[in-house]
């Protein structure tokens, strides 16, 4: 008798002698319960749908896309995040057939619906990601019995109700991700028993109560994100007890009391971020202790006392925002030991004695912003010598004495309403000023208080009617200089409205009625040769070109004491003023940003392959973009550094345009062609989808150790978050100008379309496959070429 049959019939014998129902497996019955199990695999994938359009639909199903198996056969994958559409689909699942599933991935699937209670089936699930989707109802309790759970993220979805008690059973869980959701209720206390979690993100939902002490208790946390949500109450003191936590964000919430004394023992801490609160007390001597600190933001909240001693000790500090709170005081010559410094911001305080001059030993520092305090003494000199190119604020203080003369050609620099005198102060340092740390401001009227400026007289800056060849510009047939004179009251400040590259900007009306804007050159910028060189070019370019997206250039004065040019005067401003005007902003919606991106490209078009010889405008950014006044139109102005393109040159030049906009390829080539425009415009357009400067994205994609979650970021995540979500027809228009833009920024000059090539697509009535806006990636947009319309045109 066989071995295996022997064993049946003991197992029969025993089942009866002990009365219990029996169901004999044979020898041969073992892999016929396997290959049953696993036709109920292949059965559940076919009825699913989900891989319906894919080509490898009717092979093996361990070799469709995302698939993986064990060695007998069996689905331990399930990977197709950001690969297949599935809506409601995902609801058909038979989880139930999948018990040896192990990871399960549908990130950015664009899944409709609830989660189905039978997910909690999967009893060896480690990895479940149901991210960037359109999950909506409240998360099902059957999800506590996935017990073998590593990482679980369902952030940016609909999620809503409360974090589930029961949460505090994934006892083997590393990273839980529910940020971007619509969580409401408290923190539960049981998270405190997931003591192996390294990551807890529940930033941006609406989680309320207090920060529940139980957090303390995951000693092995890195990072804490709890930013942008309701949370009261104090700081628990049990964070302290964190003390591998690398970042820790309670940002924008409505936490109140002390910092407490044990953050100090957060000696691994590198982002610090408690700003948007309501703080109060003395910032603690003992945050000395976080020497590796890089991320200091205790800003916008209602801390007092001054600043103490030990913040020098932070010797790895590069960004400090101490502004908007109640601060007093001096600053703390200890600060000049933090050399890594980049950002330091201490406005809207009661600060008051002299800006030390430790502050020199700072030279990495680019934004310096010590407005609205009571600072006393004269302007720093020092700051000549700082390495980096810098962005100062010191406005609305108690400075006195002159302005140095060193300072004069730092165009990024307010000094307004202070009590300072000068006779080198230019109009230019006046109107500048500086705001976040990747832009500044312009003033739209520029006041200084108590300030001495050298005084011109008419004869001076008058000009003849019928003078030197370029002394007198012309206006309908009867306009001359001496009618400058009188509508800007001798270039009053009064009538400043901002700066351009080498010159101030004025408002003026004419006898006529008409409107103008003024540039004009300040004298010492005037006995310049290469400003002046700027200045007819800027004249040259505007009177041999007319397009409806170029700024019309009126006349011009070239006079050997004063220089002037008068524009078409355009009520909003730049493009740049516009975005950084948070009201000005959200009137500049989806629509007319598309339309403006649109505007500009038919100018660059007109200028790269209408004019004869090619023109090159090599500033184009948003500074230089002019808008009128219903936001309607965009303008191309600044010409001062255009270049006529010489087929038969090398067109070498000194690098010129805007840092930020400036192609990768003219820091090591020092050769420009029209293709540095093509990246400038791509700049401006992420610039007006994102509402700011996307210099640190374009950093951040172009590195090749950037972090998965950077790599993976959802174009709407991008958006300028001031205006509603754009609806699905102008979503689709948004969706076209992020594909084009990319392609503009290609990194190889080759590789990136022509304008003529952009304008053209604007133009035509055909448009991509639209996709939802959270279902792109920037990487694809970055490297597919699928998202393009047809073929590119790259030719010059």
């Not at 000395?288 to 600190?293: D, I, M, P």
């Not at 060849?469 to 400040?493: C, H, K, P, R, V």
């Not at 080759?750 to 604007?762: A, D, I, L, Y």
Request: net charge positive; proline share 4%.
């Amino acid at each position: 008798m066989a071995p295996s049959v022997s064993i049946s019939i003991l197992i029969v014998v025993l089942c009866i002698f002990m009365n219990v129902p029996t169901i004999v497996i044979a020898a041969g019955s073992v892999a016929t319960f396997k290959s049953s199990s696993l036709k109920q695999e292949v059965q559940a994938l076919m009825e699913s749908g989900w891989w319906s359009g894919s080509s490898n639909y009717t092979s093996s199903h361990c070799d469709w896309p995302g698939i993986k198996c064990n060695f007998g056969g069996s689905i331990t994958e399930i990977d197709i995040a950001g690969k297949i559409y599935l809506g409601d689909k995902f609801r058909k699942f038979n989880f139930s057939s999948f018990p040896n599933l192990v990871r399960l991935s549908l990130g950015n699937n664009q899944i409709l619906g609830s989660i189905p209670f039978e997910i909690g089936s999967l009893s060896k699930l480690t990895h479940l990601n149901l991210s960037h989707n359109y999950l909506t109802g409240q998360l099902p309790l059957s999800l506590a019995n996935l017990a073998k759970l590593v990482k679980f993220d369902i952030s940016f979805n609909g999620i809503t109700g409360s974090i589930p008690r029961e949460f505090g059973n994934f006892k083997n869980l590393l990273e839980l991700n529910l940020s971007h959701n619509k969580f409401t209720g408290p923190i539960p206390s049981t998270l405190g028993l997931l003591t192996n979690l390294s990551d807890l993100n529940l930033s941006f939902n609406e989680i309320n109560g207090s920060i529940v002490s139980e957090i303390g208790l995951l000693k092995n946390l890195l990072n804490l994100d709890l930013r942008q949500n309701k949370l009261t109450g104090p700081i628990p003191s049990s964070l302290g007890h964190l003390t591998n936590l690398v970042s820790l964000s309670l940002s924008s919430n409505q936490i109140n009391g002390f910092i407490p004394q044990k953050i100090g023992n957060m000696k691994n801490l590198n982002g610090l971020f408690l700003d948007n609160n309501m703080l109060i007390g003395m910032i603690p001597s003992y945050l000395g202790h976080l020497t590796r600190l890089v991320f200091l933001f205790l800003d916008f909240n209602k801390i007092n006392g001054s600043i103490p001693l030990q913040i020098g000790n932070m010797k790895n500090l590069r960004y400090l925002y101490l502004n908007n709170n109640n601060l007093v005081g001096q600053i703390p010559l200890s600060i000049g030991h933090l050399t890594k410094l980049e950002t330091l911001n201490l406005n809207w305080n009661m600060i008051s004695g002299p800006i030390p001059t430790e502050l020199a030993n700072c030279f990495l520092i680019k934004f310096l912003s010590l407005s609205h305090n009571y600072l006393n003494g004269s302007v720093p000199s020092w700051v000549k010598d700082l390495y980096a190119p810098i962005k100062i604020d010191l406005s609305y203080n108690n400075l006195t004495g002159n302005v140095p003369i060193s300072l004069i050609r730092m165009r990024e620099f307010n000094l307004s309403y202070n009590s300072l005198e000068g006779r080198y102060l230019s109009a230019t340092m006046i109107c500048v000023v500086t705001s976040k740390l990747f832009g500044y401001f312009l003033h739209s009227q520029c006041r200084v208080k108590n300030l001495v400026l050298p005084m011109k007289t008419h004869a001076e800056l008058k000009g003849t009617k019928n003078g030197n060849l370029f002394s007198i510009w012309n206006y309908d047939g009867n306009i001359a200089f001496e009618d400058i004179i009188q509508a800007t009251e001798d270039f009053d400040i009064r009538y400043c409205i901002g700066t351009g590259g080498y010159g101030s900007v004025y408002k003026a009306q004419l006898p006529s009625g008409k409107v103008v804007a003024l540039k004009k050159l300040n004298r010492l910028e005037a006995e310049d040769p290469t400003v002046d060189k700027s200045f007819r070019n800027e004249v040259k370019m505007l009177t041999e070109i007319r397009h409806r997206n170029i700024v019309k250039l009126h006349g011009y004065c070239l006079h050997k004491r004063c220089m002037v040019l008068i524009y078409e005067y355009m009520e909003r401003g730049s493009l740049f003023c516009v975005l950084n005007n948070d009201v000005e902003a959200v009137e500049l919606d989806w629509t007319k940003r598309v339309n403006i991106i649109k505007d500009i490209a038919h100018a660059i078009s007109y200028m790269h392959h209408d004019c004869i010889p090619i023109i090159v405008h090599r500033d184009i950014s948003s500074n230089n973009i002019l808008l009128n006044s219903k936001l309607e139109q965009a303008f191309v102005s600044d010409f001062g550094t255009a270049r006529l393109l010489d087929p038969n040159s090398s067109n070498q030049t000194l690098v010129a345009g805007t840092y930020g906009y400036i192609a990768p390829e003219l820091a090591y080539t020092m050769m420009f062609t029209e293709k540095c425009d093509v990246y400038s415009f791509g700049v401006v357009a992420l610039e007006i989808l994102m509402g700011i400067h996307p210099g640190e994205l374009l950093t951040t994609l172009s590195s090749s150790s950037s972090s998965s979650s950077s790599r993976n970021m959802m174009l709407n995540e991008i958006l300028d978050q001031r205006l509603p979500p754009p609806n699905r027809i102008v979503a689709r228009d948004i969706f076209f100008v992020a594909t084009i833009a990319f392609a503009c920024l290609c990194t190889k000059p080759k590789s990136r379309p022509t304008m003529n090539w952009v304008s053209q697509e604007f133009l035509s009535r055909k448009k991509p496959i639209a996709k939802p806006l959270h279902a792109v990636s920037l990487w694809q947009l970055k490297n597919e070429e699928n998202f393009m319309v047809g073929d590119i045109d790259t030719q010059s």
